[in-house]
């Protein structure tokens, strides 16, 4: 018999108003929703600041990670939507800060937008439980 999928919740979650999880575990793995710039008031945090937006992407990542009894280490597969491919360079700054080796999967690509115009960065990741 294998677990039914679990709904992953935040406690005061900023996006609960866009009908949608922030993640939902299936057996051993964590699928979260993507993850912005968005601080706990609903607020976009480092509008026009690329980096202040990845700063507060992974830090979303991590309290959704947290929140499913999971962490960094545990990422397995990264999706990283950037609206300005200008910035991937940053995009490898930012695995070698938040991740170690072996590295997540990972697929960037570039959009036109995202949910919000303000947003210049989402990413989704999987990770292992």
Known sequence: MTDAPKA???????????CF???WQVGGLLFLSGQASIGADGSIV??????AQ???????IERVLAAGGSDLSKVVKVTIYLTDMA??????EARQRWFTPP???????????????????????????
């Open 8 to 18: 992953i919740t935040l406690e005061n979650d900023p996006l609960a108003a866009y």
């Open 21 to 23: 999880s922030p993640a």
């Open 46 to 51: 480092g509008e026009g600041d690329f980096d």
């Open 54 to 60: 990845l700063a507060q992407t992974f830090a979303n």
């Open 87 to 92: 910035n991937f360079p940053k995009i490898v």
């Open 103 to 129: 590295y997540p999967a990972d697929t960037t690509v570039e959009v036109k937008g995202l949910a919000l115009p303000e947003l210049m960065v989402e990413i989704d990741v999987i990770a292992s439980l």
